[in-house]
């Protein structure tokens, strides 16, 4: 029995994917649900808008953290805020004194909800609150966009990744790289295929999202689809690049699961952003998902409109080219490698 | 046109896995590349298939719609079937005929029954046969095959070694890895490599009239570091001759060079 444990202790000091799963797993669920994993908002983004908005804005107690005071607003304007995702409250300054609650942000409204339950014996006058784009503070309706961006971000690096480490495992990479094709022949050719299983997955999920949880569709389709595409091509990406790194399957799935996990936890799916540290925080806006979600849940439920949109579309659009561009680079050493230029050269001097 | 090496090395990492290897590959020529594991076979084959960049040295090779190559192992996409494959070659390499040509390997080969069996239903011979049909089938100029042989039964080898006297008939240049020294001696030319290095080279009767002194065949070896089984006994090589000698295989030239490079001197 010793040899056996002795036997497994060198294999596992040898596989630094393992090992480095094994270490980092716990020690980042350990980061997370000691410092991600709050549901309670200590900050939440506040406007208010109205002729009395400055004396307002003074009285709002804790977590209200006011950023935008508007004294020419109106309640149109307050919704028009929230819809941009500019503020998840909004404080309409006139009477009667009113309280928008963008219902999107799950748990930032559950806070506000509470926090105004407690301190209305505090304001001197009356008020009333209302939830936008998600009233019933559904989590469905909440999570059902996020977990289209979970779906389609399981097939980009998993699937994507194992079927090109199969061809290199087999060795018909290598019969594809001295076959008369060019390297983006190869790349766009394999890529083709999981990127048009990855849109008619979106689409299902979409539909049966819809249909079966009532979840609202506010926005444009053309907006949706501009996100998922450009969303769809970092995933495909970054399971290139994966394949690029892994000589077998099962690294391709231990690289899969470690960009996989920070994914689901840091992007705002289940943990607000909000909520988290900024020592963590940071990792949320590097991730694809974090920017498809805001522009997923934007359009979904508060008909957000594509200007409002511009930073995660840019960010996903930097992404998603830095990725790609990688993984292509990568990609293309393992079937064109500088040797055969070299080769060719030496035949023509000879 | 002969393709080929001349001084070629190759490193890597910190190894130096090829060095100084000379080859030429003249059109209509088999050549076998032998050796045993780790002696570089691979790497040379690599490097005539353009998937690997020489440190030193000069390649003389076709263009790549001009070689044909067979990776170790590998044999056709394992998730079509055996007419799939042949069909991507065909589109691939923008084919016109290839269907009556590859109807033709598959009947030779005795893969014709098998045409819509999926690549990875294949026994271990026929993914082979199914690989090299796919290798030769754009008739490559320079042909490269990284042992098609090893595990499969007498029969395929047959087989296989038929498809590649072919394709040298058409006019291709073959080279071929094999670590089976019986079967080199069908190659119109043998490199024997060890270590990296060539160690023998030419065509098999004069690698194997090269052997420095003689081989015997004993009981009890009198000196058991220069001796091999040889199925029940053993053969010995005697550096300085020996009037008891036996007619050497190719096996017992390599097997007896190897022991002479490892001694010091020269094959």
Redesign the interface.
Known sequence: MRAMVRKEFRQLRRDRRTLALMIMVPLLLLVVFGYVARFDIRQIPTAVVGARAEAVADLLPEPFDVRIIDATGDRAAAEELLRRSRAIIAVVAEPPLTILIDGSELFAAQSARAARLGSTAGLPIDLEVEILFNPELSTAVVMVPAIIGMVLTAIGTVITSLGVVR?RQ???L??L?????RPRDVIVGKITPYFLVGVLDMAVITAAGLLLFNVPFRGSWLVFAGGAFIFLLAVLGIGVLISTLSQTQGEAIQLAIMTMLPQIMLSGMIFPLTSMPWGVRWISYLLPLTYFIQIVRGVFLKGTPIDALGVPFLALILLAALVLILAVLRFRRDLA????K???A??A?? | MTWGVEGLGVSLGQSQALDDITLDLPAGRVTAVVGGDGAGKTTLLRVLAGLLLPTRGVTRLPERAQVGYLPARAGGFRDLTVAENLEFVASVCRLPDAKRQADALLERTGLAPFRRRLARDLSGGMRQKLGVIMAVLPEPALLVLDEPTTGIDPGSRADLWHLMALAAARGAAVAVSSAYLDEAERAAWVLVLHDGRPLLAGPPDRVKASLPGSVVEVDVPADPARAWRRGPRWREWRPGGDPAAVEPGLEDVVIAAALAAAAGGEP
Not at chain 1, 177 to 181: D, F, G, R
Not at chain 1, 337 to 340: E, K, V
């Open positions: 061809e087999e060795g018909t290598e019969q790289a001295v076959m008369p094709l490698p500088a040797g055969r070299q080769s060719t030496a035949e001097a000879s």
